[in-house]
């Protein structure tokens, strides 16, 4: 179990860091292009810190 929240991990701080670019790198007259990948960057953060602090409870 240890390594699917691992691999979860992984792949929402990845999911962060992509779509967090694309949100600030959108042209200025495409907010919705934006938004769209500000909220999924959101989602990426909300679950990388959520396997983050998991991972970090199960090794102490």
Do not use: N
């Not at 979860?8 to 907010?31: Q, T």
């Not at 938004?35 to 396997?51: E, H, I």
């Amino acid at each position: 179990m240890r390594k699917l929240v691992a691999l979860v991990c992984v792949i929402s701080w990845s999911g962060f860091w992509a779509f967090g670019y694309l949100a600030l790198s959108a042209r200025i007259d495409e907010p919705q292009q934006m938004v769209v990948a500000g909220l999924l960057a959101f989602a990426g953060f909300l679950t990388g810190m959520f396997t983050y602090m998991r991972l970090s409870h199960d090794m102490a």
